[in-house]
T-cell receptor, first 113, second 117 residues
Framework: GAGVSQTPSNKVTEKGKYVELRCDPI?????LYWYRQSLGQGPEFLIY????????DSGLPNDRFFAVRPEGSVSTLKIQRTERGDSAVYLC???????????FGQGTRLTVV | AQKVTQAQTEISVVEKEDVTLDCVYE???????LFWYKQPPSGELVFLIR??????QNEISGRYSWNFQKSTSSFNFTITASQVVDSAVYFC??????????????FGGGTRLMVKP
């Protein structure tokens, strides 16, 4: 596949549960981004990886949110003790280096009931 | 902090009409990039254009054109002779161009365009 792949496409979970969202970037892309898009709004930045390290995690809303990219490729966004307000589409994007366009995946729609 | 405003939340036109989507941005930085993305019902954000803050030349690509005016901090997007397939949510976004900013985009709230046959 040539594009950014996100799994699952949909996730329904109960309040208080733990979830993991996966992002498989375009091969060779060193930069990876997570955004969150609430209904009717534009995407909001969460965290940015350059290689394996989080270069900027200033967008993570609180310490229930965490993301890793252990080998510099696939990334996992982890949400602990989910709340109904976490319901949104979580978008992942990747780029070749810092100053080129980011390519987005189709997102994971998370619903917390 | 940066801010992008898309005042039009929803626009409805009839096929073949021209339509302009407005975008106004705020930033204290003098160098930055502006973007437009299309988000069809499938959800994926599709890149349309990137404009450097130093380049105010308007751009045309087929039925799409962009008008960048630094004096009014606006980056408007016009679709000529709209088609039903243009129906989507369109986002304007801004990114700072300093190397420490990475590629983080600040998005506007989006404009939902509905083109009726």
């Amino acid at each position: 596949g040539a594009g950014v792949s996100q799994t699952p496409s949909n996730k329904v979970t109960e309040k208080g549960k733990y979830v993991e969202l996966r992002c498989d970037p375009i091969s060779g892309h060193t930069a990876l981004y997570w955004y969150r898009q609430s209904l009717g709004q534009g995407p909001e930045f969460l965290i940015y990886f350059q290689g394996t390290g989080a270069a900027d995690d200033s967008g993570l809303p609180n310490d229930r949110f965490f993301a890793v990219r252990p080998e510099g490729s696939v990334s996992t966004l982890k949400i602990q003790r989910t709340e109904r307000g976490d319901s949104a589409v979580y978008l992942c994007a990747s780029s070749t280096r810092e100053n080129t366009e980011a390519f987005f995946g189709q997102g994971t729609r998370l619903t917390v009931v | 902090a940066q801010k992008v405003t898309q005042a039009q939340t929803e626009i409805s036109v009839v096929e073949k009409e021209d339509v302009t989507l407005d975008c106004v941005y705020e930033t204290r930085d003098t160098t930055y990039y502006l973007f437009w993305y299309k988000q069809p019902p499938s959800g994926e954000l599709v890149f349309l254009i990137r404009r450097n803050s130093f380049d105010e030349q308007n751009e045309i690509s087929g039925r799409y054109s962009w008008n960048f005016q630094k004096s009014t901090s606006s980056f408007n997007f016009t679709i000529t002779a709209s088609q039903v397939v243009d129906s989507a949510v369109y986002f304007c976004a801004l990114r700072l161009s300093n190397n420490n900013a990475g590629n983080m985009l600040t998005f506007g709230g989006g404009t939902r365009l509905m083109v009726k046959p």
